[in-house]
């Protein structure tokens, strides 16, 4: 829920929802149909996107004096002052309101993604779950230095330009249209109970609309989001993460190379030390690697992070599941063929991005988001031709390299997700 916070005679909003609309025209009956299903009072549009707004549930309690001043998304405040920064990282914004209050804001790629006000006991949990989610390493700034590496204090935020974060008022073309019938039914009808009867029936009718529209909503974000991703499929996988791997040394001041593990953003390297030391190994870092000993204290892991690109996949362009399902299991054949070494494991396609609360029975079928994991394994002599050749459709998710040291036995395991529609 929105929380309206007056901070130096300006009102900040927080807690907003953010959602992709499904129309650039802001008044298409679809855009309509979800603000109006999010109780949607204000509205604010992130720069450069037509697209992506945050909505504003919650009124400012009228019994109270009126705000002076524009209502203020503090989560855009955050997006004008980290551009052109967050347009390549991620960033976190965590802001002590008072001591019951925290602001936690996150930014995917300078794009708002969450935007909660929580107490600060709930602080940490709320952090892991996040982290846990996947995501690139976020950029930190706010007032607690506990948490904060860039101090921030909300005073930036409020001294730059505020134009771009203004929050905009929406008006429901319906309630304007019921206040005008229900002018016209006092005038053509007499009697109250009328008037009554007439405005129950709306308010049913606005409540079922609500109940039919929120599963399919929820649904359609629910499915954005894993869609969001990206299609990081065999040939972007192989220009991205394949450069590094195939010039990489397998010996290093007295260490060899056991594993490499890559994915769409971040390759690990596990080290085993023969006669070299830590210190050895660290003065052959690259610039952007880390090095960290592990709990064993006889291999070592290095950390670098990898430059990929890949779009979000637009589900109107998936392949449908059946189709998709037959060429896989022609895929597994084919790589079958090309030895016995070459395994290809494709999971049938089944329903994804349902959450709790939905059924499969509240989605129209031809929304329905189908995926399957998959898994191939092969010698790493084949790398570069199944990344190449045969993963057109699979959205990579974690390259494993093995036995690094031994080349004969080195072997290579790919898993990813294909996704489909119904």
């Known amino acids: ?66 705000p002076k001043g524009h209502l203020l998304s503090a989560a855009l405040l955050f997006v004008n ?32 993604y969450l935007d909660v006000i929580i107490s600060p006991g709930a602080l940490d949990a709320q952090l892991a779950s996040l982290y846990q989610e996947g995501h690139t390493p976020f950029v930190v700034y706010g007032n607690i230095p506990a948490h904060a590496t860039v101090p921030l204090a909300i005073d930036d935020l409020l001294s730059a330009d505020t134009g771009l974060a203004t929050l905009v008022r929406f008006t429901d ?21 009328a008037v009554w009867k007439m405005h129950k029936t709306h308010q049913e009718a606005a409540q079922a609309a609500r109940k039919m529209m929120d599963p399919v909503q929820a649904y359609q974000e629910s499915t954005q989001h894993l869609l969001s991703l990206g299609r990081f499929n065999g040939s972007a996988a192989y220009g991205a993460i394949w450069s590094v791997i195939s010039k990489r ?5 007295g260490w060899s190379l056991k594993q490499l593990q890559c994915k769409p953003a971040e390759c690990t390297e596990t080290w085993k ?20 000993l592990q709990p064993d204290g006889e291999t070592a892991a290095i950390k670098y992070s990898v430059t990929s690109h890949a779009s979000a996949s637009d589900p109107h362009s998936l392949p449908g599941k059946d189709r998709l399902w037959m060429e ?12 016995i070494n070459v395994v290809f494991t494709p999971k049938p396609p089944e329903v994804r991005g349902l959450t709790p609360g939905l059924t499969l029975g509240s989605i129209p079928p031809d929304m329905l988001l189908y995926a399957g994991d998959m898994t191939v394994t092969a010698p790493l002599g084949l790398a570069e031709d199944i990344l190449q050749h045969h993963l057109p459709d699979i959205t990579i998710n974690d390259i494993t390299l093995t036995n690094l040291d031994e ?11 294909y996704y489909a529609r119904n």
């Open 1 to 66: 829920m929105t929380e309206f916070v007056p901070i130096n005679g300006k009102i900040l909003a927080y807690g907003l929802t953010w959602v992709t609309l499904s129309h650039p025209n802001r008044n298409s009956p679809e855009n309509t149909a979800l603000f109006r299903a999010q109780q949607t009072q204000y509205f604010a549009t992130c720069p450069g996107s037509t697209l992506k707004v945050g909505l504003a549930t919650r009124v400012i309690d009228t019994a109270q004096v009126p």
């Open 81 to 112: 002052h980290t551009v052109p920064v967050s347009a390549s990282d991620n960033s976190l914004l965590i802001h002590q309101i008072d001591d019951k209050k925290v602001a936690l804001i996150a930014l995917l790629k300078g794009v708002p």
């Open 173 to 193: 073309p319906m309630k304007l249209m019921r206040r005008i019938g229900s002018i016209a039914a006092v005038c053509l009808i007499s009697g109250g109970v």
């Open 249 to 253: 040394e397998i010996e290093l001041s």
């Open 273 to 292: 030390q023969g006669y070299g030391t830590l210190a050895q190994l660290t003065r052959r870092l690259q610039p952007g690697q880390t090095v960290q």
């Open 328 to 339: 896989l299991v022609a895929q597994q054949q084919r790589l079958k063929r090309i030895g």
């Open 407 to 417: 080349v004969r036995h080195a072997s290579l395991q790919i898993k990813g997700t």
